[in-house]
């Protein structure tokens, strides 16, 4: 608008001098350097404005948009359906079981340095397992708080997080030696991490309630300090140590009155948990696909059964359709290398006093969901029972991811 008035303007004086000229009012009456500059103010202000124009047409092409709510929210979850089959030489009959695992993540951006999450999950109150048996005639099957967590990104590449929360731990080769992958802790971590060298130290719980002097408060501690990095184009490395400190000796156990190959005087732990790790992983590209060689040791101070460690390799991804992976690792867990409860529940049949191999083979049937076979060829009970016993299990699985 107002540049058409402008441009309406700067034609009436144009034209004035043609009006005049036919001869009603005169010439002489007119001072027509008036008019000339006047034309010429018009004509550089409406310049001016079309600069303006443009400016904002700029301004607005690269503003960016205010994020609503649900723009700060992030869904992501996967389902699992296995079958497996277990041959236990200590029991009498195989057995064989339907199983299904189910996860469900929301995560907020409330502020630009705080994050905070809820994760449900199937299973039960295992502290190393979100599967759940089919059966009972269809029944409907529970959903239990498997994460709460609130992160606060408080300095570059430092985080405080506290709540129940995702392992803060690494773990190569994603192997259970320590942590199983579904152990969710309780309590606080600090971690640092600039791509090069990374840091965790964390205060968790096993029991923080002391039920007004009932029972003392059960707590455990971890450090971890780690180095990345490449030693040429096609390889990468991730090395470090870790120390982990849980006091339990005198205590008993914490879920399911079992202490799942620790040792234990009187139905109490009869030792302290103070374990040194040492890790290495070394990552590069097989024939174009993923490769990934793991080494990772532990020792508890506190124990006679005090030594445990886990070697293996992971080739490939089955991520996209046609993908494929395998992997393979070997593993030997003494007794009390470890606090237990916290171990791979599938190797061995869990826990400690274990070793043996793992096997695992991937294909991917569609974007982000494959099936895959796992077979464990393990012994048990070397320390903890009269004699070893064999164990045999094998997993199924159909899985599929989505965010």
């Known amino acids: 608008m107002k540049r058409t008035a402008i441009c309406l303007a700067v034609s009436a004086l144009t034209v004035s001098p043609l009006v005049m000229a036919a001869g009603t009012p005169s010439a ?86 705080v994050t905070a999450g809820v994760t449900l999950a199937s299973g039960s109150e295992d502290p190393v397992s979100s ?15 498997d994460m709460a967590w609130i992160d606060w990104n408080f300095a570059q590449d430092t985080h405080l997080v506290a709540g129940k929360t995702a392992n803060p731990f690494f773990a190569p080769g994603g192997n259970g030696l320590i942590w199983d992958g579904d152990y969710r802790p309780e309590g606080a971590n600090l971690s640092y991490d600039n791509g090069t ?65 620790n040792s234990s005087v009187g139905g109490l732990y009869e030792f302290d948990y103070e374990v040194f790790e040492l890790f290495a992983e070394l990552s ?9 060689l793991f080494a990772d040791y532990v020792n508890n101070s506190d124990a006679d059964e005090d030594t445990g460690y886990a070697l293996g390799f ?37 826990g400690t006093d274990v070793k043996g191999h793992k096997l695992s083979a991937g294909l991917g049937i569609s974007d982000n969901t494959s099936v895959s076979l796992t077979y464990f060829i393990n012994e048990y009970g070397d320390f903890t029972n009269v004699q070893e016993e064999d164990y045999n299990r094998l997993q199924l ?7």
């Open 197 to 261: 060298v990374y840091a965790v130290a964390a205060y968790h719980f096993l029991e923080s309630d002391n039920k007004a002097g009932g029972q003392d408060a059960e707590e455990m501690y971890g450090a971890q300090l780690g180095f990345k990095g490449n030693i040429s184009d096609n390889v990468a490395f991730n090395v470090g140590g870790s120390y982990f400190y849980i006091p339990v000796e005198g205590s008993a156990s914490f879920y399911d009155s079992d202490f799942f190959g």
């Open 284 to 292: 590069t590209s097989l024939a174009g696909m993923p490769a990934t």
């Open 28 to 113: 002489a009456d007119i001072d027509q350097a008036s008019v000339q500059d006047l034309k010429k103010y018009v004509l550089a202000l409406s310049q001016r404005i079309e600069e303006m124009e443009v400016k904002t047409d700029k301004v607005v092409a690269t503003a960016k948009p205010v994020d609503s709510w649900a723009d700060r929210i992030q869904w992501s979850g996967d389902v699992r359906y296995r079958y497996e089959t277990i041959d236990d030489d200590a029991k009498a009959e195989d057995r064989n079981r339907n199983r299904i695992r189910a996860r469900l993540n929301v995560a907020a951006k409330v502020a630009d340095d």
């Open 314 to 350: 992971k080739l490939g991804k089955a991520k996209k359709r046609g993908a494929w992976e395998v992997g393979y690792t070997y593993e030997d867990l003494e007794a009390d290398a470890v606090f237990a409860t916290f171990t791979d529940s599938d190797f061995g049949g869990g």
């Open 131 to 145: 599967n759940q048996s089919l059966g009972g005639g269809a029944t409907s099957k529970g959903l239990n708080l």
């Open 397 to 403: 699985d159909l899985q599929t991811k989505f965010k």
